[in-house]
Structures are given as structure tokens and as C-alpha cells.
């Protein structure tokens, strides 16, 4: 290849890819909507034409503003008051995103906290807050949205993992396993509905720059940044790109998986 034909190349593949709306005429819930990683996937899929129920647990002024963005550039959002701990109310975000949509294609498990703790001093209740937000949260919509993905043959089912939940971190043991607990509920989900048309993957983040992250600063973030070959922190917006294609009609053979956009921490 000459130098001309290699610079050539090279432009190309920086190129912004096309503007597609490969999600035109779908619908989406997304939870945990108002603010980080949860904010830039409704942002990313509403701009490859999805209409997009932005839920929220307590931030609704937040999740206000990403359904008014949505709107403003011409697509379609609104902001719905969700406690993923309550399989009722997963089951009414569902049937609000079926109701005011008219379906839903694509449901993102995004809502959730996290815990630095060590094990010993975990409480049972903080235990099974976290098992209430990660694993019942995630069973209890999927549960509500499966039904009518598998009636029309097609949908996407998504869950934010992390990073933890697959190599474990030491003063985050339960939310390592929470994590964990949804790669292999993916893993499962997918095979069992994989002949109906329906992917199911998830998105296991390293490090994102977001307010659950705030605590890392000074030296334990350098620390960090040293075991991570980017040396950054990753951002929504990366996350959000990796979600908006498997969200897309591209991703139909991608299935079970666990994807880690991660920076190089975990090869
Ligand atoms: P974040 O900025 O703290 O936002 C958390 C979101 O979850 C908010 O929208 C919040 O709603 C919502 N939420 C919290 N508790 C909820 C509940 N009980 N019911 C419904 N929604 C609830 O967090 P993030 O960093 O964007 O994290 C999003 C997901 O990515 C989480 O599952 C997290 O575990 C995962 N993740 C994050 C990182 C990271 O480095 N940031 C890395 C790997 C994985 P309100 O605003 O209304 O309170």
C-alpha cells in the first residue's frame, strides 16, 4: 500500500460512521435514566430514533431534562418515576413504555448504586438492598418486557454489569456478586430465548466517569489509572455507543455475551 493509499485509509476509519436512525419506529426503557451512564444510552438510542421511557428513581428534574433534550431534537421521551426494587412497578414501567410507545424492542438494566465495603462489615440490609437493585430489578423487568419482545419475535434486552462482576474486587464483594449474579442471569436468559429473536447481552463497564465514581480521587484514582492501559477513565458516552449497537438490528447474532469496555484493565 503507498503512503497516499495508507493516509487514505487511515481518514476513513476516523470518519464519524454515517448518520443512521437504525432504531426508527422502536421504543425503549431505560432504567436509571437521569443522570451517568443510564443518561447517555437514552441520549444515544433517542438519536438512533428510539422513543425512550427515561426512568428515574429520585432525580425526576434530571430525567426531566434528558426526555426534554430527546424531544428538542426531534424525537420522543418521557420521564417515568421507577424503584427497580419493586417488581410491581417494573411491571407498570413496562406497561407505561408499551401504553404511551405503543411497544417496546429495547430494554436497558441500567439502574443502579454501589457499595464499597468489606464483606464483615456489610449488613444484611444493605446485602439485600443491592440484590434488590441489581438482580430483582433486572429479573422483574425483563420478566415484564420478555412477553411482548417474544410475541412480535424481536427484541433486546441489555444489562450494565461491570467490570467487578467479572474478575471480583476486594471492598466491593457484594456488589462484585450482584454484577456477577447478572452475567450468568444474561448467559441463561439468552439461551433459553435466543429461537424467539430476542439478544440477550451485557455490558460489564470498567471505570466510567460518573457520581458513583466520585469517590475515586487522588492517589487511589493514580493507582487505578496505573492498571489500566488507556490511563483514563472511561466515559457515558463510550458506554452508550457499545449499548446503541447492540440495541440495533446489526447485533442480532451477538448473544450471551458479556462485553467489557474497560480501557485494556482486563484483557
Ligand atoms: P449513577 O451516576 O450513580 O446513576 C445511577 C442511576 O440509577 C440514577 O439514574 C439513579 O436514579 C438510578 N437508581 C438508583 N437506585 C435506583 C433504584 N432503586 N431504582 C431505580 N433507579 C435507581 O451511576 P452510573 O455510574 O451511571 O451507573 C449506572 C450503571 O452502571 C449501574 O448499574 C452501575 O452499577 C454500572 N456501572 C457503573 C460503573 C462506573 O464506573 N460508573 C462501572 C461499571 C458498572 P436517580 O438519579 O433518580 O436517583
Given at each position: 500500500m503507498t503512503a497516499a493509499e495508507t493516509r487514505e485509509l487511515a481518514a476513513a476509519t476516523q470518519k464519524p460512521a454515517a448518520a443512521t436512525r437504525e432504531l426508527a419506529g422502536q421504543a425503549a426503557l431505560v432504567t436509571?435514566?437521569?443522570?451517568g451512564i443510564g443518561r447517555a444510552i437514552a441520549l444515544e438510542i433517542a438519536a438512533a430514533g428510539a422513543a425512550v421511557m427515561v426512568a428515574y428513581h429520585r432525580q425526576r428534574e434530571k430525567a426531566e431534562a434528558v426526555a426534554a433534550a430527546i424531544r428538542a431534537s426531534g424525537g420522543e421521551a418521557a420521564p417515568f418515576q421507577l424503584d427497580v426494587r419493586d417488581p410491581a412497578a417494573c411491571e407498570a414501567a413496562v406497561a407505561a413504555t408499551v401504553d404511551r410507545f405503543g411497544r417496546i424492542d429495547v430494554l436497558v438494566n441500567n439502574a443502579g448504586t454501589a457499595l464499597e465495603k468489606l464483606l464483615v462489615d456489610t449488613t444484611p440490609a444493605e446485602w439485600a438492598d443491592l440484590v434488590a437493585v441489581h438482580l430483582t430489578g433486572m429479573y422483574a423487568c425483563t420478566r415484564a418486557a420478555l412477553p411482548h419482545m417474544v410475541a412480535r419475535r424481536y427484541g433486546r434486552i441489555i444489562t450494565i454489569s461491570s467490570i467487578w462482576g467479572i474478575t471480583g474486587a476486594a471492598g466491593e464483594v457484594a456488589y462484585s456478586a450482584v454484577k456477577a449474579g447478572q452475567n450468568g442471569f444474561t448467559r441463561a436468559l439468552a439461551q433459553e430465548v435466543g429461537a424467539f429473536g430476542v439478544t440477550v447481552n451485557a455490558v460489564a463497564p470498567g471505570a466510567i466517569d460518573t457520581e458513583m465514581n466520585s469517590f475515586l480521587q487522588g492517589d487511589d484514582l493514580e493507582e487505578w489509572l496505573r492498571r489500566v492501559p488507556a490511563g483514563r477513565l472511561g466515559t457515558p458516552e463510550e458506554v452508550a455507543a457499545l449499548v446503541r449497537f447492540l440495541a440495533g438490528p446489526r447485533a442480532g447474532f451477538i448473544t450471551g455475551q458479556v462485553i467489557s469496555p474497560n480501557g485494556g484493565a482486563v484483557v
Open positions: 436509571g435514566a437521569s443522570r
